[in-house]
């Protein structure tokens, strides 16, 4: 289950762009925004029925649109994979406006898909029990929403930023109908400033298109978007091969490498390239990350439900459930994506994720990331490489012995395939947030509800998870 806001990013540094770590299509570039023009950001950021685990929640937002003016601050249609969101924030994109006082946003939304594990023990809309399922919601009430905003007055080249918060617990009813006006508010925010996103949107992953240096950008595309990056001083780069980066600098980038990026924003809305870890050198395996739902691991196999893609992949759409297939005569890798809070990086070192001669390491609930051999077909996909990425959890505190919090009333993906307890081991850099404002460990109640994020290990049989950020829940 999910409880607590899934949010969205829309810089309204007024000049259009679109992407987020999950969907969009766009461009933004750095520089100035037309004088006498307003910029403004768009972002986003998430409870279904006891027993059931909601693996991917996609809704398409097909307008953002502010009064008066009917001003547009989306370019082209954006499809936003909610369950992502738990901790991480989407940038939608930055549009200039006139300035002036603008008193509502109309948000409109269209094909939402659940893709859901039923352990309820009764039949949800055409889905069996025990079934993976990606089925629409059972009912769809308010696709259209208008939000009033009191207080977005925007001036001449000065950004502003409005975070759409979709709350599935709102959003959805306990037979999974879904009301988008029940489930969606909006909050006011300036960009680079004290009450603003942390860290702008995260975890982006897709390829590089193309390089502009004479401006400090490149062009980045994934399965649902392509979009413009800046790149300035307070870029960090992260595992680049020293054959092909000496130094950690814009001349890092090549066209074709698979990059996984963190997006701050400028005071005018400009996305900015804040941290980019490599991944791969060249795009001809796409990367797929899941979730994992069940391992038969005699068999050199295992399942997921997609969510995200490096590039669109024939046959398989985020939120399909796929088979993977592993090889130990080769052997297919296994590894540990780069593991970061921000701009610091937090050791993996200790534990444990080598599937190969430890099966247990591998388990329902964590996220991995496949190397895609082309041989792979639709839903069936052979894997050069396994890599454990971030999972991302809400539950419920049940005590803290700092630096550990220990999770309990955790998701039925867990719970329903004994996996419990959970805990989520933070360290100095952990990034702690509660409504965007940077909070520390001695803030989170027991009791309360926190959303984690990291890597997530099998240790000794208690599942441990890195904790890279803690999102304190209202």
Do not use: W
């Not at 601050?73 to 300035?99: C, F, H, K, M, W």
């Not at 059972?138 to 939000?147: D, G």
Request: overall charge negative; some cysteine; hydrophobic content about 40%.
């Amino acid at each position: 289950m999910f409880r607590g806001p899934l949010k969205f990013l829309i810089p309204l540094s007024l000049c259009c762009a679109a992407v987020t770590s999950c969907g969009g299509r766009g461009s933004i570039v750095g520089g100035t925004p037309p004088s006498g023009t307003a910029p403004v950001v768009l972002a986003m950021t998430d409870t279904p029925p006891t027993n059931v685990s909601i693996l991917a929640a996609e809704v398409t937002l097909t307008g953002a649109t502010l009064n008066p003016g009917n001003v547009s601050l989306l370019s082209t249609a954006t499809t936003v994979e909610l369950r992502r969101l738990q901790t991480d924030i989407a940038y939608l994109g930055t549009t200039n406006v006139n300035p002036g006082n603008y008193t509502s946003l109309t948000l409109t939304f269209a094909n939402p898909s659940l893709t859901i594990e039923n352990d309820t023990g009764s039949v949800i809309g055409t889905c069996r029990i025990s079934d993976i399922c990606t089925m629409p919601p059972t009912s769809v009430a308010n696709l259209s929403t208008t939000i009033i905003l009191p207080t977005l007055v925007t001036s001449a080249n000065t950004g502003a930023g409005l975070l759409v918060d979709v709350n599935l617990e709102n959003l959805l009813s306990a037979g999974l109908g879904a009301d988008f006006r029940g489930g969606t508010t909006v909050s006011e925010f300036t960009p680079a400033s004290t009450g603003s996103p942390l860290v702008g949107a995260e975890d982006v992953v897709g390829q590089v298109m193309s390089i502009d240096a004479a401006h400090n950008t490149f062009s980045f595309q994934n399965a649902t978007g392509q979009f413009s990056l800046l790149v300035d001083s307070t870029t960090t780069f992260f595992q680049f091969p020293s054959n092909i980066c000496t130094t950690s600098t814009f001349t890092c980038l090549h066209a074709n490498q698979i990059l996984s990026v963190d997006i701050s924003f400028r005071s005018d809305g400009t996305p900015v390239a804040r941290n980019v870890v490599f991944e791969d050198s060249d795009n001809s395996d796409a990367e797929v990350e899941g979730i994992v739902t069940g391992t038969t691991l005699g068999s050199q196999q295992f399942t997921i439900v997609t969510l995200a893609e490096s590039a669109a992949i024939t046959g398989l759409k985020i939120g399909d459930a796929a088979t993977v297939n592993f090889s130990v005569s080769l052997p297919t890798v296994f590894d540990v994506d780069f593991t970061h809070a921000d701009a610091t990086q937090i050791s993996t070192g200790g534990f444990s994720f080598v599937p190969l001669t430890s099966p247990t390491d591998l388990f329902v609930g964590q996220q991995v990331q496949i190397r895609r051999n082309p041989s792979s077909t639709g839903l069936i996909i052979s894997a050069d490489r396994v890599r454990l990425r971030s999972s991302r959890i809400t539950a419920t505190v049940q005590t803290i012995a700092s630096p550990t919090i220990f999770l309990t009333n955790l998701p039925f993906i867990f719970s329903g395939h004994a996996i419990t307890p959970i805990q989520a081991q933070t360290f100095l850099p952990t990034i702690f947030s509660e409504n965007s404002n940077a909070i520390n460990i001695s803030f989170i109640p027991v009791s309360g509800v926190v959303s984690v994020r990291g890597p997530l290990f099998n240790v000794g049989g208690t599942r441990t998870l890195v904790a890279t950020k803690v999102v304190l829940k209202p």
